[in-house]
């Protein structure tokens, strides 16, 4: 977890391949975000009601919860490439079994399963990077290659409802799997396994859930601070539009704007913890920032305060995604290279496990107490989260026994 004091040269091709990740990555969260943003469509248009929508919306959440850790599997003993090639062109075909679809229910299978493949990316790509970049350059990479989610949520945000209103819930489909199909072809041209030496593999064998409960605490403080940052991607356009009379443009632009300043975030936050030689102590701090930012959204809300509500939903937005790279990043490193994928998979899976269940539950909330009140109480999960964060010198302590790593 601590910088090396000599880290190699970074390989001009481990950028091409972080290119490729977080376009690819991007690509796949279009297609799983595209039916939270149909919600006002299926809403206004198909006269569908929120907790009818939202269940469309958690679906491909619900998906990728299914296979999250089967990936890592596949990825820890087949390797990243592989994995990478056959996952993302299944996307490719299940996205347009969700244009084919007729009916609610077949719909909501076929998102389902369009998230279950999407899922091949979330693991590799997250191994990939921590393969090919040394440990005082990983913050970095990683808080870039975690941009991938508010890059993507802001395209989907502005392409969808406009792609919706044109051509239908079919083309606002093929948007996302349209951009799946070219990560698919970038990944074939681009990347490349890491290589792992031999005797470092041979000594990484140790369980690191039985050396120490560091990485289920990790786990647990993720699906905690996850819980505000999908409310807001998920309602965000909803509250402004319905809550404040906002357009789908203007409400869709906000959106967008609070993704990609959330993307800078992570970057900043992962060069942060490169200097502080810390993933974990800068979660605490991001915690403490989400509750308070939430809970002034949430006035601003009950105010009726239209401008300062979206600033704040703009910061709030911002620092809710910043702990994601930091969580991930740590995972890797104390998984060692023979479970990181695995490691990985049970991360994200707790994550998209509360993802998949909390749109149909917020969408039911925001129904009876509106959506200031349902910020208020999301509140209480980063507050929850601060004192399970573990410590550096445990995160460090288990690390070095999973490893056993020869100097």
């Keep these: 977890m601590r910088p090396a004091s000599a880290a190699p040269a970074i390989a001009p091709r481990s950028w091409a391949m972080l290119a490729v990740m977080v376009f690819g990555q991007a690509s796949t969260t279009v297609v799983t975000a595209t039916p939270a943003f149909l919600i006002p469509y299926l809403h206004s248009e198909q006269g569908m009601s929120l907790a009818s ?46 244009m084919l679809a007729q009916g609610f229910a077949w719909l909501g299978i076929a998102l389902v399963a369009s998230g279950a493949m999407s899922a091949c990316i979330n693991n590799a790509s997250g191994r990939l990077i921590a393969g090919w970049f040394p440990i005082d350059k990983r913050g970095l990479a990683m808080g870039i290659r975690q941009t991938c989610q508010p890059v993507g949520m802001a395209v989907a945000a502005l392409a969808v409802p406009a792609a919706a209103n044109a051509w239908g819930i079919t083309g606002a489909l093929a948007f996302g799997g ?118 002034l959204s949430a006035a601003f809300g009950w105010a009726d305060w239209a401008i300062p509500a979206a600033i704040a939903y703009v910061l709030v937005s911002c620092v809710s995604v910043a702990d994601n790279g930091l969580a991930f990043t740590a995972v890797a490193e104390i998984a060692g290279p023979r479970w990181s994928g695995r490691a990985l998979g049970a991360q994200n899976t707790g994550q998209f496990l509360a993802s998949g269940l909390l749109p149909p539950a917020i969408g039911a909330l925001i129904a009876v107490l509106g959506v200031p009140a349902a910020l208020a109480i999301v509140a209480i999960a980063p507050l929850i989260a601060v004192p399970i964060v573990p410590s550096e010198d445990d995160a460090h302590a288990t690390a070095t026994r999973t490893a056993k790593a020869v100097r």
């Design 53 to 98: 929508a939202g269940v469309l919306a958690g679906a491909p959440h619900l998906g990728l919860v299914l296979t999250l850790i089967a990936w890592g599997a596949l990825t820890d003993r087949f390797g990243e490439r592989r994995v990478l090639l056959a996952g993302l062109a299944l996307t490719t075909l299940a996205v347009a079994a969700s």
């Design 178 to 295: 349209v951009l799946t199909l070219v990560s698919l072809v970038a990944c074939a041209i681009v990347v490349v396994d890491p290589q792992i030496p031999a005797k470092t593999l041979a000594q990484a064998s140790s369980n690191p859930y039985r050396e120490s409960g560091t990485l289920l605490r990790i786990h647990a403080v993720s699906v905690l601070l996850v819980i505000p940052q999908f409310v807001l991607s998920t309602f965000g356009l909803v509250w402004f539009v319905i809550g404040f009379g906002w357009s789908e443009l203007a409400a869709g632009a906000l959106v967008a704007a609070a993704q990609l300043i959330g993307a800078v975030g992570r970057i900043v936050a992962g060069v942060w913890s490169d200097r502080a030689g810390s993933r974990l102590r800068p979660i605490r701090i991001i915690a403490v920032a989400c509750a308070a930012l939430l809970l």
